[in-house]
C-alpha cells in the first residue's frame, strides 16, 4: 500500500516564497493567504498550495528549478485567464521542442510526436507574454485544464500553419541552399523540422535521409560542409535553455526526425547513402 504525502509546513513556507518572489520579480499581483495564494484581476483566481506543489513538478520550491516551476506556473494562469476561449484560438501555434529537452512541458502538452523519437510538437500562444507580442508561450496543459480548457481542438489548425509555413521555408531555401535555415512566420527552426513537407523536400535527391545541425531555435544548418560537429554542441550548450535547439545534428528523413545512437556518428550514417559525393570529411554529406 502506498503512503500518502502530506504537505508540511517547511513545503508551505518555500511556496510561499516563491510566489513572493515572481510578484516582485515578474510584477504579477500575489496575495498569500491560509489556504493558498490570490492572483487579482478579472477574474480573481485562488490557487491552492496543493496545486503549487504539483506545479513545482516534485522539485524543492526553495531551490531555483523548483521555484521557475512555480513562478511559471502563476504567470501561466493568470495570463491563460486573462483571455477568451476565442481569442486563445486565434493566438494558437505550433511548438516544437526536443524530447530531452529540460524545458519539455510534460506528455500531457503532447500532440504529435514526430516518428524518431527526438521531436515533439503541442500548442503555444503568440504575444501571451506581457510585452512580447511576436514571441510563441509554451503552456502547460495542466495551466489550460485548471482553466477549464484543452489546447487539442486548435491543433488541426496549428498543424495546417505548421506545414504552410514549412512550404514557404523551403521556397526560400531553394532561391538559397546554402543559406542557414531561420524561422519563417510563427515558426522557429525546430518547429519548422515538424513539418513534413520540409522534411521531404530536404531529402529529395539525398537517397531519403539528411543530417541537420539546429544548436538552436533560431539558426540551423543543412549544408554541413561547413559545419563542426563540436561547434553544434558548443552553440547549444552556450544557448540559453528556452532557445536551444538540439544539442547533436539530427537525420531526418520524411517521416522522422531522430538523433543517432549513441555509439554512431551522424557522418557514418549519412555517408551510408549511395548518393553521397566523394570528397573526404564534411563534403561527402548530401546537400
Known sequence: MGTVRTMTTPDMLALRRAALATSVLHDLDVEPQDDGVRLPG?????????????????????????????????????????????????????????????????????????????????????????????????????????????????????????????ALAVSRWRRDPD???????????????????????????????????VPMRTRGWLNLRFVDPAFVTAAAAATDSKARGFSHPVLITADEVAIPAARSSTVEIVLRDQVVDTVSGFDRLPR
Do not use: K
Request: one cysteine or more; aromatic letters at 6%.
Open 179 to 213: 543559406a542557414p535555415l531561420r524561422p519563417m512566420g510563427d515558426c522557429d527552426v525546430v518547429t519548422l523540422l515538424g513539418s513534413r513537407a520540409l522534411r521531404g523536400a530536404f531529402v529529395e535527391g539525398t537517397g531519403g535521409m539528411r543530417a541537420v545541425a
Open 42 to 166: 478579472l477574474p480573481d483566481l485562488v490557487l491552492t498550495w496543493w496545486e503549487l506543489a504539483r506545479a513545482a513538478g516534485g522539485l524543492d520550491a526553495n531551490l531555483v528549478e523548483g521555484r521557475e516551476r512555480v513562478s511559471q506556473w502563476l504567470l501561466h494562469r493568470r495570463w491563460i485567464a486573462d483571455h477568451t476561449a476565442g481569442d486563445l484560438a486565434e493566438r494558437a501555434r505550433p511548438v516544437g521542442i526536443a524530447v530531452d529537452s529540460s524545458d519539455h512541458p510534460g506528455l500531457d502538452w503532447v500532440e504529435l510526436r514526430v516518428l524518431g523519437d527526438a521531436l515533439d510538437l503541442g500548442v503555444g500562444f503568440l504575444g501571451l507574454r506581457p510585452g512580447a507580442p511576436d514571441a510563441v508561450e509554451v503552456v502547460e496543459a495542466g495551466v489550460l485544464r485548471a482553466t477549464g480548457l484543452s489546447a487539442t481542438p486548435w491543433w488541426r489548425a496549428c498543424e495546417q500553419y505548421l506545414e504552410d509555413m514549412g
